[in-house]
DNA sequence: TTTTATGTTAATCAAATGATTAAAATGGCT
DNA sequence: AGCCATTTTAATCATTTGATTAACATAAAA
């Protein structure tokens, strides 16, 4: 129970910790009032409903994760292994500071798909886009051996490499016996990694 | 409401359907007993209460989803390669069949991760033992490219591309215009194309 | 100091939800 | 048919949970 704060900054982070680890569903206004250490009416004195906060928290979730590559990914001045070098690099670095981000996101798209697709739709088809993709399909069609590949194989690679190990993290610690600290460097090192594959499947 | 299936038959294959859209706390009863076409009260008749009901869907989805590959990862006459593109082909299969199965498990484990570590745990720590993972290793360490790569990358490597495309199903058909059979072409694809591209990672 | 706007709390409400009960229906068995 | 075990239902209960209310506290403004 942070004193720093003003109650109304406290509730939303207690929100989001918790929202984050339980979803929407699973998570009640009381656990978000204790969890702040405010009264429960406070919640709904700033916040008007749990829908309300919860939009919040889900709106900022997804700016953050799908805004934090988007100059990388749009810059027109660097080069295609500039751009995937700098994508996994800052990635990793954001999903180490927020690591139930992706699953929290892909939890509630999961529930609720439908009204998914409505609040990201606009925000999404700028990846196609993106200076990053035309490269791609530039460096595609440029050579022989990835003509006949579907370019959307090779982000949708990358992001399953650098997304997949923080979904799966308490598995991937409980299987490995890694701590917190190991698990961050395990998934820094895959920082070089991933950019080294992803060349390798375009035979850079 | 199929009429050919028993009322227990019924309400189990509704609770699947329902507990892996929603998860356990995004699932109602109710819910689950009027996609099931049975009266409330019959659940509690047959499964005694809502958490042995979900206990059972997800002793059952933990096997299907785990012990899918434990034949061939333990094969010991198979090759190397024969075995990656064994495990890659029928795991994709298995998901195609069950799309939820994953972004489930993933959702639960990260809601309740110590309930999660206790009931897989057991189960679990074969994947290091399995004649895959030690032919792996072989093969790392007799590879001087890959005598420094911590070994544990490739396997994660593999569970990261044939799974995430599902749990990001929605947004990835979504931005693309996917419909249901082109997302399933789309990642029958991914049988050879991960494959290949699990073997450049071993420098095969 | 009184007043007023803002912040905070305890108590309570109403709806949702998991579960139970007691009665009714169903189907086999003699 | 009559009897018995099993299955199914409507009605109800008890608890949880999101939300509201009315009172109280605090601090700034007049």
Redesign the pocket.
């Known amino acids: 129970m942070e004193k720093d704060l003003?109650?109304?900054e406290r509730i939303k982070k207690a929100a989001r910790k918790l929202f984050h680890q339980k979803g929407f569903?699973g998570?009640?206004?009381?656990?978000?009032a204790e969890e702040a250490?405010?009264?429960?009416?406070?919640?709904?004195?700033?916040?008007?409903?749990?829908?309300?906060?919860f939009e919040q928290i889900m709106d900022e979730s997804i700016k953050k994760i799908f805004f934090a590559i988007q100059r990388v990914i749009n810059d027109p001045t660097s080069s295609l292994t500039e751009k995937l070098d700098a994508v996994v690099t800052s990635y990793i670095d954001t999903l180490i500071d927020n690591p139930n981000l992706p699953g929290f996101i892909l939890s509630e798209i999961q529930a609720n798909p439908e009204n998914f697709t409505r609040r990201i739709g606009l925000s999404v088809e700028f990846i196609l886009q993106t200076a990053l993709y035309r490269q791609l399909k530039e460096h595609c069609a440029a050579n022989e051996h990835l003509r006949n590949l579907n370019a959307l194989h090779i982000p949708l690679n990358m992001l399953s490499l650098v997304i997949f190990p923080f979904i799966a993290r308490p598995l991937l610690t409980n299987i490995s016996g890694m701590d917190e600290k190991q698990f961050e460097a395990f998934v820094a090192d895959r920082k070089i990694l991933i950019r080294n594959w992803t060349k390798m499947m375009l035979h850079i």
């Not at 998570?27 to 978000?32: K, P």
């Open positions: 003003s109650a109304e569903a998570t009640r206004t009381r656990d978000i250490g405010i009264n429960l009416a406070l919640l709904n004195y700033y916040y008007r409903s749990k829908e309300k906060l």
